[in-house]
């Protein structure tokens, strides 16, 4: 078993890469886990990075705008989502 350093490790490559992406970018150092550690994995990049509850694309919560209804957008789709609010009151 890896340690968690190690899985931590082989988190943030995946986190970096998927970064700004459509697609998650599994590594192949991600698929020779084992299923518990890849369980591991997917909780650490899960807590990290999420998807733009407008276009789908992967960013990491820090570069996303939480909504007030708790959604999550990436800075675009939330510009997008305050202009249709705007247009509608």
């Given at each position: 078993m890896k340690?968690?350093?190690e899985l931590r490790t082989i988190a943030d490559e995946?986190?970096?890469?998927?970064?700004?992406?459509?697609?998650?970018e599994y590594s192949d150092e991600?698929?020779?886990l084992t299923p518990e550690e890849q369980a591991v994995v997917d909780d650490i990049v899960n807590t990290e990075i999420?998807?733009?509850?407008?276009?789908g694309w992967h960013w990491t919560y820090d570069n996303?705008?939480?909504h007030s209804d708790g959604a999550h957008y990436c800075w675009e789709c939330y510009r997008?989502?305050?202009?249709?609010?705007?247009?509608?009151?």
């Open positions: 340690t968690r350093e995946i986190i970096g890469y998927s970064d700004g992406s459509f697609h998650m991600y698929d020779a999420g998807n733009c509850e407008a276009c996303m705008e939480q997008d989502v305050l202009a249709e609010e705007e247009d509608e009151e």
